[in-house]
């Protein structure tokens, strides 16, 4: 089992859709939590980022951590045929310890 | 540097030749990661640099990877004797200290044929 799960998708929906995209985790010394949003061709964006539990709004993208059930999600509201591209969840115990990325999420949102 | 620059941002090599990729950090940022990339996959974590110090290389899949930043700047990956399993896109991510945001490039894309 991977530490972090994600399921791939691909997640299609129509413009205006609310998106709730996800991901569980094994390890439970995560205390900073991330999503990134990757188009085509391009490095990863970061989009939001969180520690330890709660909620963070920015915008259309809010951020969920619940570390008691270890489980992070990112709602998008109003979703846009330009939020189109692949959700990166990733996630990091302290200080520069590396990343630990899902497999991420492809979403299309379709006019 | 507005950003994380990488470059060549396409790299195809036979099987066996060397390889060397290149990454620009933002100015000043003092931490430098990176990452491979397989197709449909997230970033895996290859080394980590503070500065000019390797501080983990641990995530380097084999001895033919080589990370190094002498001045603590420019970093450059290199891949020996590359196989096709090499294949995949290499990311490099600098931020500007402990706990601080992660910033990546748009990667080299690394074709071995």
Same mark, same amino acid.
């Given at each position: 089992?991977?530490?972090?799960?994600?399921?791939?998708?691909?997640? $299609?929906?129509?413009?205006?859709?609310?998106?709730?995209?996800?991901? %569980?985790?094994?390890? $439970?010394?995560?205390? =900073?939590?991330?999503?990134?949003?990757? =188009?085509?061709?391009?490095?990863?964006?970061?989009?939001?980022?969180?520690? $330890?539990?709660?909620?963070?709004?920015?915008?259309?993208?809010?951020?969920?951590?619940?570390?008691?059930?270890?489980?992070? $999600?990112?709602?998008?509201?109003?979703?846009?045929?330009?939020?189109?591209?692949?959700?990166?969840?990733?996630?990091?115990?302290?200080?520069? %310890?590396?990343?630990?990325?899902?497999?991420?999420?492809?979403?299309?949102?379709?006019? | 540097?507005?950003?994380?620059?990488?470059?060549?941002?396409?790299?195809?090599?036979?099987?066996?030749?060397?390889?060397?990729?290149?990454?620009?950090?933002? &100015?000043?940022?003092?931490?430098?990661?990176?990452?491979?990339?397989?197709?449909?996959?997230?970033?895996?974590?290859?080394?980590?640099?503070?500065?000019?110090?390797?501080?983990?290389?641990?995530?380097?899949?084999?001895?033919?990877?080589?990370?190094?930043?002498?001045?603590? &700047?420019?970093?450059?990956?290199?891949?020996?004797?590359?196989?096709?399993?090499?294949?995949?896109?290499?990311?490099?991510?600098? &931020?500007?200290?402990?706990?601080?945001?992660?910033?990546?490039?748009?990667?080299?894309?690394? &074709?071995?044929?």
């Amino acid at each position: 089992q991977k530490e972090v799960e994600q399921d791939p998708g691909p997640l $299609s929906v129509p413009e205006g859709a609310i998106v709730s995209l996800n991901c %569980t985790y094994s390890n $439970s010394a995560f205390q =900073y939590f991330m999503w990134y949003r990757q =188009y085509s061709r391009k490095g990863p964006e970061l989009l939001m980022y969180t520690y $330890s539990s709660g909620n963070k709004e920015d915008g259309r993208f809010t951020a969920q951590v619940d570390k008691s059930s270890k489980y992070i $999600s990112l709602f998008i509201r109003d979703s846009q045929p330009s939020d189109s591209a692949t959700y990166l969840c990733a996630m990091r115990t302290s200080g520069n %310890t590396p990343l630990v990325f899902g497999k991420g999420t492809r979403l299309s949102v379709i006019a | 540097g507005a950003g994380v620059s990488q470059s060549p941002r396409y790299k195809v090599a036979k099987r066996g030749q060397d390889v060397a990729l290149r990454c620009d950090p933002i &100015s000043g940022h003092v931490s430098l990661f990176w990452y491979q990339q397989a197709l449909g996959q997230g970033p895996e974590f290859l080394t980590y640099f503070q500065n000019e110090a390797q501080l983990d290389k641990s995530g380097l899949p084999s001895d033919r990877f080589f990370a190094e930043r002498p001045e603590g &700047s420019v970093s450059t990956l290199k891949i020996q004797r590359t196989q096709q399993e090499d294949s995949a896109v290499y990311l490099c991510a600098s &931020s500007g200290g402990t706990n601080e945001k992660l910033f990546f490039g748009s990667g080299t894309q690394l &074709s071995v044929l």
